[in-house]
């Protein structure tokens, strides 16, 4: 059995590589080849514009994807969502589809936009929501950069953002918002039919997500006076509650909790002055609910 999987290249492609990689999967490309080899037998990658992996996944070419909600409905593919997974090229935050208009402009909402020029990756995303705006405007297709055609070229362009810094850069400003998107694992109906296929899809989802849990969490042990116990472990968030093991002294026991990595650097002072000691974080690759 081999799976072809679709890898988005580009900006996302390093990202997903680091998160395959914590997932326990190596993908590595060599100088001579634009194809990425993996060190499961089981899976062959394949690197793809994100967005032609919607479409790819529904006519049966590749297995399975990686791709961008905002591609599958532009696309308006037909696939099967796996999950999702919050990972794009910056941060893990999602990054938003809108339409931009040069500060500038007089343009304050779509409905302005009746009889304008806009340019955009997202044709068909953009002329859908025209369509439902009652909105007649002449939508062409853009191969990126778009931020540099207003407004000398066009009079507002649909991208997608993350951080906004581009459009700031370029004298823009957000009119409105057509789309939240994040990354998705899809696959398509056939390969989810076929036994040996569906498990090792289903068994990606298990670490992917476990990966994507742990991004965001770290471990951490400590010791800790029984007598103090109550109180110490009153500060502690947890998952659950905390692992207690007994040590050789019966007057401290161990404790073990999985904590948001940006309460750690509050928690650990705090836990030191109630009393604390030994005190370790460790990173983690998985965490599976």
């Keep these: ?47 793809l514009r994100p967005q032609e992996i919607p479409s790819y996944v529904e006519q049966g070419v590749i297995d399975a994807g990686l791709t961008g909600l905002d591609w599958i409905k532009d696309t308006g593919a037909v696939v099967e969502e796996i999950c999702e997974l919050r990972y794009s090229k910056l941060t893990n935050n999602p990054i938003r589809v809108v339409l931009a208009a040069h500060n500038d402009s007089p343009i304050q909402s779509v409905k302005d936009l009746d ?97 994507m849990n742990a991004a965001k969490l770290v471990g951490l042990k400590m010791n800790l006076p029984v007598a103090k116990q109550a109180e110490i472990l009153g500060i502690l968030p947890s998952l659950q509650n905390p692992t207690l093991s007994p040590l050789a002294d019966s007057a401290w026991i161990a404790a073990e909790v999985i904590l948001d990595h940006n309460q750690v650097r509050d928690l650990i002072p705090a836990l030191k002055r109630a009393g604390a000691t030994g005190l370790v974080e460790y990173p983690l690759n998985k965490v599976i609910y």
């Design 1 to 47: 059995m081999i799976l072809k999987l679709g890898i988005p290249k580009g900006s996302l492609q390093e990202p997903t590589f680091a998160l395959f990689e914590k997932a326990g999967y190596s993908f590595r490309v060599s100088s001579r080849s634009y194809q990425p080899v993996s060190d499961d037998p089981e899976i062959e990658p394949i690197l």
């Design 115 to 211: 009889g304008k020029r806009i340019a955009t990756e997202y044709v068909r995303l953009t002329e859908r929501y025209l369509t439902q705006s009652g909105v007649s405007a002449q939508v062409e297709f853009s191969w990126g950069a778009c931020e540099v055609k207003v407004p000398a070229l066009v009079d507002a362009i649909v991208v997608n953002t993350e951080t906004g810094n581009s459009l700031r850069a370029h004298n823009l400003r957000i009119v409105e918002t057509l789309l939240t998107s994040t990354t998705r694992f899809i696959a398509n109906k056939a390969a989810l039919s076929d036994e040996a296929k569906r498990i090792k899809i289903e068994s990606l989802q298990i670490l992917l997500t476990g990966a």
